[in-house]
């Protein structure tokens, strides 16, 4: 009970770690743009690393979708050496992928097959490197006795997927910048799923070849993006159920590590060689 309410304290106090609101601290100065919106859209993309979202067509989805990567990008403004751009909107049929690390997918509870262009287009992004964190966003319903996966199913169910599992204990991920062993959300219960750990040698030379080792996918129920919304203020925008402002701390620090490892690959497990590396420069 102590220590719950010591972090309570602590995380009244997180608002202020943030950086001024966009009205205070100046806001993002837009490139010049050329008149092609192809081009105006790479220039955009490329000046700065941005954190991406596929937009739905549903506005609500689409304007929690911005409010959500633009929370979780001033925290790591704040709290990380990177200075993320404000989040981009992309259009997954007609915009190019490649400038983005990372694409969160909020999926519609309609979702369609995406057509053979995008399938080509979605499965070429992921095997460049690329990690798109899918959020089915329906952890209430299921905990409540609702089904799950089935837009999901749906919208992906062509795409060359690999094995996939719960984040196993002591991955990467659990430790690219916070210790952590769960990644709530605005809800809490859903497992994080990714790719599963390679089977043998050559197929981890091969991925960490491919992604230096990163999951070219993630699926989550929780609904990231709600717990990571912020106001213009730097205040929540959504509740989030059941642990509060303790469950929201740990959502933004889900998101920090989920971004530390898509951009850093396998940094954090490389590091258990150091001591033979060292002892082998040492001979």
Do not use: C
């Amino acid at each position: 009970m102590a220590t719950a309410a010591a972090i309570a304290f602590v995380l009244a106090l997180v608002p202020l770690a943030l950086p001024a609101p966009a009205s205070a601290a100046g806001a993002e100065r837009a490139p010049e743009t050329t008149g092609n919106p192809a081009d105006d859209f790479a220039l955009q993309a490329s000046t700065k690393t941005r954190l991406a979202y596929v937009l739905t067509g549903d506005a609500e989805i689409d304007r929690t979708s911005e409010e959500g990567l633009g929370g979780l990008s001033k925290v790591l403004r704040a709290r990380t050496a990177l200075e993320p751009g404000a989040p981009m909107g992309v259009d997954i049929e007609s915009d190019e992928l490649s400038f983005f690390p990372i694409l969160y997918w909020p999926v519609r509870e309609d979702s369609e097959p995406m057509s053979d262009k995008t399938l080509a287009k979605v499965d070429a992004y992921m095997k460049q490197g690329g990690m798109i964190i899918f959020d089915t966003r329906d952890q209430e319903r299921v905990a409540y006795g609702g089904t799950q996966g089935k837009a999901l199913t749906r919208l992906i169910g062509q795409l060359d997927i690999p094995p996939l599992e719960p984040v196993p204990e002591n991955h990467v991920l659990t430790k690219s910048f916070y210790l952590m062993n769960s990644f709530p959300g605005r809800w809490d219960g859903g497992s994080l799923w990714l790719e599963a750990e390679p089977a043998d040698e050559a197929e981890r030379s091969e991925r960490s070849r491919r992604t230096d080792g990163v999951s070219s996918l993630v699926i989550t129920s929780n609904d990231l993006a709600s717990a990571w919304a912020l106001d213009e203020a730097n205040r929540p925008i959504y509740p989030v159920v059941p642990g509060g402002e303790v469950q929201r701390e740990m959502a933004f620090r889900a998101g920090v590590n989920l971004v530390m490892y898509a951009l850093t690959g396998n940094y954090k497990a490389d590091q258990v060689h150091v001591p033979a590396l060292l002892e082998r420069l040492g001979q």
